[in-house]
């Protein structure tokens, strides 16, 4: 049993997105076999949040209050200017936050600290200098990777100029980020590829994206006349997916079938997101409490994505309950699918229409990807199968992989 401090840039609950519901199932699976200290910001606005299950999966756990006010956020993003850091990284980084790192390291002894998101490595700088824990980092996305692609499709505004700042000099931080590691996990092999080219003196362990097969269970599919898409929709690479399908595909789908309805399902829409909602037959529904019925009730989940990184749960997820899936490549990407056997590909305008019709006009395709959907998952992507990646990395690097500082040093 290893004494485990972990960071993450969010308090892991409520479970509304993806990036919260795989820190969840990682507390929760090394919470099985290890002692975790989880050290996690609250935003500010949030007021008294729902720690959910957390304290009791957890021996300790810690927040500070992160204000994402505009002058607390200015303040973060002129001082990474300053040190020369992404914005991205400066927009993490919270003085009291370190301050607890630094508390925790000098009075108790950690085995392992395990840090989620590249963006939180400028906190290894805060742990005690006494001490010398081995350290293990999981990405959720090389945003080098994300950087490159959104910067292909973004407006020319303020974010833009933003993005390409950070893509300027970013892969070359997050490489160097990823090497202050002894252990480090990617989400697909098009990532561990990456992070072996980028930081080779890591030890790299594949551990995909998983879903909870008993929490969404199988219904066949059943006739509908609503496409969904799920996922926060203040990300950027989601924007871009919903506002780019609203106004480019399903037009041409009204036109063939004035009935169908595009719901758009997650928290924290955008601007740009609410205003579909003046289009015709598109709902703008927001955070759910359960996506679960939103599943059932749709022809497809439709992933519609141009950009991002990492691999989409929500592809995960609607193949478990037995809802068909309709993905652009980028979509799919790093999950072990097949088109046409438990999803259908599309890009184009033209092929997202011709997919979306021939699925509302045969039940017997519907059928077929939504059983080999469940398959695969059942099969390939339990969290139980993922996560035991992570396990074998812990192993190794508690193995008495030997330990180096030097990389850290050029880390701010």
């Known amino acids: 049993m290893a004494e485990i401090l972990f960071l993450s840039p ?15 199932e990682t507390i929760r699976h090394l919470a099985r076999r290890h002692r975790v200290t989880l050290l996690a910001p609250v935003r500010e606005v949030d007021g ?37 850091t992404p914005l991205i990284q400066s927009f993490f980084f919270d003085k009291g936050l370190a301050g607890r790192v630094r508390d925790l390291t ?51 505004d303020s974010r833009r100029l933003l993005l390409m ?22 989400v697909s092999e098009l990532e561990q590829q990456w992070i072996e080219e980028n930081a080779p003196e890591a030890s790299v362990e594949l551990v995909p994206n998983g879903v909870d097969a008993e929490h969404y269970a199988f219904h066949p599919p059943s006739p509908s006349r609503n496409l969904t898409f799920v996922g926060s929709m203040d990300y950027p690479p989601n924007i871009d997916a919903v506002v780019w399908f609203s106004q480019e595909v399903f037009p041409r789908l009204l036109e063939m079938s004035s009935d169908l309805r595009f719901r ?17 037959g598109i709902e703008i529904a927001g955070q759910v409490p359960d996506i679960r019925p939103y599943l059932s009730e749709s022809l497809a989940l439709i992933v519609p994505l141009r950009s991002g990184g990492g691999t989409r749960l929500k592809i ?18 790093g999950l072990q699918v097949a088109p046409g056997i438990n999803f259908l590909a599309a890009d184009s305008v033209d092929q997202w229409v011709s997919e979306v019709n021939r699925l ?7 059928m077929q990807l939504a059983e080999a959907g469940r398959e695969l998952v059942d099969s390939k992507y339990t969290w139980r199968e993922c996560l035991a990646g992570l396990d074998r990395l812990y192993e190794k690097v508690l193995d008495g992989m030997p330990v180096s500082y030097s990389a850290a040093q050029g880390i701010q």
């Open 360 to 366: 509302r006009s045969s039940p017997a395709l519907a």
């Open 316 to 333: 995960l997820q609607a193949m478990a309950a037995g809802c068909p899936v309709i993905s652009t490549t980028v979509g799919a990407e």
């Open 106 to 156: 000098f009075r108790q002894a950690f085995d392992i600290i395990h840090i989620e998101y590249p963006v939180m490595a400028a906190y290894l700088k805060a742990v005690d200098p006494g001490v010398r824990p081995k350290r293990i980092l999981s990405t959720h996305n090389i945003e080098s990777i994300r950087f490159d692609r959104e910067t292909n499709f973004s407006h020319w």
């Open 264 to 280: 758009v399902v997650g928290s924290r829409p955008d601007r740009r997101v609410l205003d579909l909602a003046r289009l015709p």
């Open 165 to 186: 700042g950070d893509k300027v000099f970013f892969k070359s931080w997050e490489a160097t980020a990823i090497r202050q590691f002894h252990g480090v996990t990617a």
């Open 48 to 84: 008294d949040p729902d720690l959910g299950p957390i304290p009791g999966l957890c021996a300790q756990v810690f927040s500070t209050v992160r204000s994402d006010r505009l002058p607390a956020i200015g303040a973060r993003l002129a001082a990474g200017l300053m040190r020369g």
């Open 10 to 24: 969010r308090w892991p609950w409520p479970l509304f997105d993806g990036g919260r519901i795989r820190i969840y």
